[in-house]
C-alpha cells in the first residue's frame, strides 16, 4: 500500500531537524488569555502581540462586544444552514448594507470566510474557457479559486506593470479574462500599483478583481483600500475583503456594482454548500465596518506607528521587505528557516510575538518574521517593540 501521507516526508524531515536544535515549535503557540488588541499571555508571560492583523484594534471595541452579545440572546448561537435556505437571518442583510455603506456600492455578499470570498467569486466567474492573470505572488485563496473553477491561469512577475500588459497582449481578444490583484501583498507589506494595472486590464477588456483584505479600515482616506487610494474604485470589477483583519472578527464579503451581481447567490459554491456566519459574529462585523468608516484618527495613529517601527528596525541594522513602510505590515527578512526560528523564540522570550513565515507561503524561498502594527499599539508599546527587537537581534547574531 501507498502511504499518501509520503508526499510530506521532506516536510516532517525539516521541522524535526529544526526541533533538534532545540527551538519551540513556531506554529504551536497558545495564547492563555488576550487583555486587549495588543497584548496576551503567552507561555505564562504577559505579551505584546505585533502578528495578529488586528489593524484597527476593533476585537475589544465595547459596541462590536455589545453588538455580538445582543445577537446571541436574541437569534442563538448559530443559524445551522446556508444563505440560501434557512441561514440568512436580518443581522446577514444588516452586515451587507453596512458594506454597501462603507464601500459606496450597490451590492455585497458575505461570505463565512475571507479563503472562500476568493474561492467563490474566482471559481464562479472564470471557468474552462476563461483567462485569469495573478501576480505570481497571489494568496493561496486566489490560486485555489484558479483551481476550483477551472480556469486557465497566466502569472505575471510580482507587481511588474509591463509583464500584466504582456500577457494580456498576447491572449485571445474575445477570451474572458479576469484580472486579480491585491491592494496589500500580505508576506511583504508591499502595495500593488493598482491605478497602472487597472488601467492597462480595463484596456484589454478584462474584468478586474482586487482583495483588499489587508488595506480595508487603513489606507485609502475612507479606509476603503488601495483601490480608494489609487483612484481606481470605479473601475474595479469585484473588491474581495475579509472580517479577520481589519473588522476584527471572522468571516469574508464580495462588493460590486455590476447589475447582474445578485445572479452568484444561486450559482457561487461555497456561498451556496456551506453554513452561514452566526448571528453574533454577523453582528460584530456590521458594527465594526460602520465605526470603521469614521476611523480616521485611528488610521493616522496607525500609519505613524508603522513608519516608526520600520524606520527603527532600519536604523538597527535589521533587512526589511520594502523600502519604506508601505501598509501595516513590516516583513523582517531572516537568513533561513533556523536562524528565522531562533530569533521568534528570542523575541517571544521577552515578551514579542510575531509571525513566522516560511516557503512556500513567502516569495523566492524567504524566511520572515512579519509584524503586523495595529491602531491601539501606544507609542510606548513601539518603543518597547524596538527595545526586544535589539535585544534578541544581538542575541541570536541578526544584527
Not at 492583523?53 to 445577537?71: E, S
Not at 461570505?111 to 494568496?139: C, P, R, V, W
Request: charged residues 20%; aromatic residues 8%; proline residues 4%.
Amino acid at each position: 500500500m501507498t502511504d499518501l501521507f509520503s508526499k510530506f516526508d521532506a516536510l516532517i524531515g525539516e521541522r524535526e531537524a529544526l526541533l533538534s536544535h532545540g527551538v519551540r515549535d513556531p506554529y504551536a503557540l497558545v495564547m492563555e488569555s488576550v487583555k486587549s488588541p495588543t497584548v496576551a499571555m503567552c507561555n505564562g508571560k504577559e505579551t505584546i502581540l505585533l502578528g495578529t492583523y488586528n489593524y484597527m484594534g476593533m476585537t475589544f471595541d465595547p459596541d462590536v462586544l455589545d453588538a455580538g452579545k445582543t445577537a446571541l440572546d436574541n437569534f442563538g448561537s448559530g443559524t445551522t444552514g446556508s444563505r440560501v435556505l434557512n441561514g440568512t437571518y436580518a443581522g446577514h442583510r444588516d452586515c451587507e448594507e453596512a458594506l454597501k455603506e462603507f464601500y459606496g456600492m450597490d451590492h455585497a455578499m458575505v461570505f463565512s470566510t475571507g479563503y472562500q470570498a476568493n474561492l467563490g467569486i474566482i471559481s464562479t466567474m472564470a471557468g474552462k474557457e476563461d483567462y485569469i492573470i495573478l501576480d505570481i505572488d497571489s494568496h493561496a485563496s486566489i490560486y485555489d479559486g484558479c483551481s476550483l473553477g477551472n480556469a486557465q491561469i497566466v502569472a505575471f512577475r510580482h507587481n511588474d506593470v509591463e509583464a500584466l500588459e504582456k500577457r494580456l497582449k498576447r491572449l485571445p481578444p474575445e477570451a474572458g479574462k479576469l484580472v486579480v490583484l491585491e491592494g496589500v501583498y500580505s508576506m511583504l507589506g508591499d502595495i500593488a500599483p493598482l491605478k497602472e494595472m487597472v488601467a492597462i486590464s480595463k484596456a484589454a477588456g478584462a474584468m478586474v478583481l482586487v482583495d483588499e483584505a489587508h488595506s480595508m479600515g487603513f489606507i485609502g482616506q475612507n479606509g476603503r483600500g488601495v483601490a480608494e487610494a489609487a483612484g481606481v474604485m470605479d473601475d474595479v470589477d469585484f473588491i474581495i475583503g475579509t472580517f479577520s483583519k481589519s473588522v476584527g472578527t471572522v468571516g469574508g464579503f464580495c462588493v460590486s456594482n455590476h447589475p447582474k451581481f445578485e445572479v452568484l447567490r444561486l450559482v457561487c459554491r461555497p456561498y451556496v454548500f456551506t453554513a452561514s456566519l452566526p448571528p453574533s459574529v454577523v453582528a460584530t462585523a456590521a458594527t465594526s465596518i460602520r465605526k470603521l468608516m469614521h476611523a480616521g484618527n485611528k488610521r493616522a495613529h496607525l500609519w505613524e506607528n508603522s513608519k516608526r517601527l520600520h524606520q527603527g528596525l532600519r536604523d538597527l541594522g535589521f533587512q526589511l521587505g520594502t523600502p519604506e513602510a508601505q501598509s501595516g505590515i513590516i516583513a523582517v527578512i531572516m537568513t533561513d528557516m533556523l536562524k528565522g526560528a531562533q530569533m521568534w523564540e528570542a523575541l517571544l522570550d521577552r515578551g514579542l510575538y510575531v509571525n513566522l513565515a516560511r516557503p512556500p507561503a513567502t516569495p523566492a524561498g524567504m524566511t520572515l518574521l512579519r509584524c503586523s502594527l495595529c491602531a491601539e499599539h501606544s507609542s510606548e508599546q513601539v518603543t518597547q517593540i524596538l527595545g526586544i527587537f535589539e535585544a534578541a537581534g544581538k542575541d541570536v547574531g541578526v544584527i
